[in-house]
């Protein structure tokens, strides 16, 4: 079975200042990793995702977040957030199938980000 | 644009009623996934189907239903509605020709049930 914790619900940041929301997860199989972002009144969308390769992935919007085998865990960062950042932002797993079929997603409960002027 | 489809965007109705919601998943998508969100239970995964059978449940009442039919457009239905049932209804679907399980997402039914 694969999990995936977010433990921060609510991160309040001041404008231009660097945030990083974390996501740990649990799978005993290899996985494939995503985060996406949902902005008020719409549907989510993909904002980044770790399928293989280096570990630091870039995603839209100047988001990185870096793969941490070791830990199981992969944070999202970001240098320096505009208030069009403030949004909801969702971690999630999907393990490797080693045949083509069906995936299992799991979804981490999500992170409020709120940018402050 | 996801390429997710889903209809209607609002539904508007009362306690005790029944509803269908459709879900026309990105070309080549094989399966199809429901979510609901609301305030106080967030994002909340009900059923996955994958090329017309049920492949994972998640906390799905028994009131509700789904099915994805052989076209792969999927629906989900509420029935006996109550209150707590108003939510957004999300459908996305994956497993395209490079199945990672990466999501498309539909823009949402918003239920409203009075």
């Known amino acids: 079975a694969q999990s995936v914790t977010q433990l921060d619900s609510q991160v309040p940041v001041f404008e231009e200042a660097p945030v990083e929301l974390r996501c740990n997860y649990s799978s005993s199989v290899s996985v494939y990793l995503f985060w996406y972002v949902q902005y008020p009144n719409q549907g989510l969308q993909l904002l980044l995702k770790y399928l293989s390769g280096s570990t630091l992935v870039k995603g839209i919007n100047g988001f990185e977040a870096e793969f941490n085998k070791s830990q199981t865990s992969f944070h999202l960062r970001k240098p320096s957030v505009h208030i069009s950042d403030t949004a909801e932002y969702f971690c999630a797993v999907s393990h490797k199938l080693s045949f083509g079929g069906y995936q299992k997603v799991t979804f981490g409960t999500g992170t409020k980000l709120q940018v402050i002027p | 644009d996801s390429g997710v489809t889903q209809t209607p965007k609002h539904l508007i109705t009362a306690t005790g009623q029944r509803v269908t919601l459709r879900c026309s998943p990105r070309?080549?998508?094989?399966?199809v996934y429901w979510y609901q969100q609301s305030l106080d239970q967030g994002l909340q995964f009900l059923i996955q189907?994958?090329?017309?059978?049920?492949?994972a449940k998640g906390n799905i009442l028994e009131r509700f239903s789904a099915q994805q039919f052989p076209d792969l457009h999927s629906e989900l239905n509420l029935s006996s509605l109550e209150l707590g049932d108003s939510a957004l209804y999300f459908c996305?679907?994956?497993?395209?020709?490079?199945?990672?399980?990466?999501?498309?997402f539909g823009e949402g039914s918003r239920l409203t049930v009075l």
């Open positions: 996305a679907s994956s497993g395209g020709q490079t199945n990672t399980g990466e999501l498309f």
């Open positions: 070309s080549g998508d094989l399966s």
């Open positions: 189907y994958y090329n017309g059978e049920e492949r």
